[in-house]
């Protein structure tokens, strides 16, 4: 079985063009993550769906982001305009809500705005 | 704010030894914790889970719990080279949330 599956895997642009990152999360998962990693910070939570629905955003910076789940096997988080500091590793995970259960991570997607 | 504090390392062991990670929370309210190893360049992956005070096994590795404690510990036994990676400590209060620590960076010894 595939498992996480992003895009693109590296991106590299330069402040204030728009950037948009991909994500199909495994197939009869629920529930879609999107965390940014840095040294600095760690992993932190972005954006959490459950059946297609943004829960929390409360992670989402501010207004130059933003995500979407039009159906239960896409995902898109957008950043627009893109800023330097914006530049780190971005993760979409997804499981079988439960809190339980694993979340399964993809391969990140390493964005460096010039 | 929750927390979950971890000290970055590097924890360097010699082959064969025991690894010991730890980690501490600040949320009494988590109910389960999970311990991710991530490669350099690769993305988080599940070792093991654990919401009972007291002991896990599985394998070489052994999670603690000390909810008392508000303390979360990984025992790697027989350390090999290829457990050198970050590992990192999250915790949930029974949601989807998890709260990541920033991670102990683990170097095995040849």
């Known amino acids: 079985d595939a498992g996480v599956i992003q895009s693109p895997r590296h991106e590299v642009t330069e402040m204030g063009q728009e950037v948009t990152l991909r994500c199909k999360p495994i197939?009869?998962?629920?529930?879609l993550f999107w965390y940014r990693q840095t040294m600095m910070r760690g992993l932190e939570l972005l954006i959490y769906?459950?059946?297609?629905?943004?829960?929390?955003d409360s992670g989402m910076p501010e207004d130059r982001f933003s995500a979407k789940m039009p159906n239960a096997s896409f995902s898109t988080l957008k950043i627009q305009p893109s800023e330097p500091r914006d530049s780190a590793v971005y993760f979409c995970?997804?499981?079988?809500?439960?809190?339980?259960?694993?979340?399964?991570f993809g391969p990140g997607t390493r964005l460096t705005v010039l | 704010q929750k927390e979950v504090e971890q000290n970055s390392g590097p924890l360097s062991v010699p082959e064969g030894a025991i690894a010991s990670l730890n980690c501490t929370y600040s949320?009494?309210?988590?109910?389960?914790f999970f311990w991710y190893r991530q490669y350099s360049g690769k993305s988080p992956e599940l070792i093991m889970f654990?919401?009972?005070?007291g002991d896990k096994e599985d394998g070489r590795f052994t999670a603690q719990l000390n909810k008392a404690s508000q303390y979360v510990s990984l025992l790697i036994r027989d350390s090999q080279p290829s457990d050198s990676a970050t590992y990192l400590c999250?915790?949930?209060?029974?949601?989807?949330?998890?709260?990541f620590g920033t991670g102990t960076r683990l170097k095995v010894l040849a």
């Open positions: 995970a997804s499981s079988w809500s439960s809190s339980y259960n694993e979340q399964f």
């Open positions: 197939s009869g998962h629920n529930s």
């Open positions: 654990i919401y009972s005070n």
């Open positions: 999250a915790g949930t209060s029974g949601t989807y949330k998890y709260i």
């Open positions: 769906f459950n059946n297609n629905v943004p829960i929390d």
């Open positions: 949320d009494r309210g988590s109910q389960s």
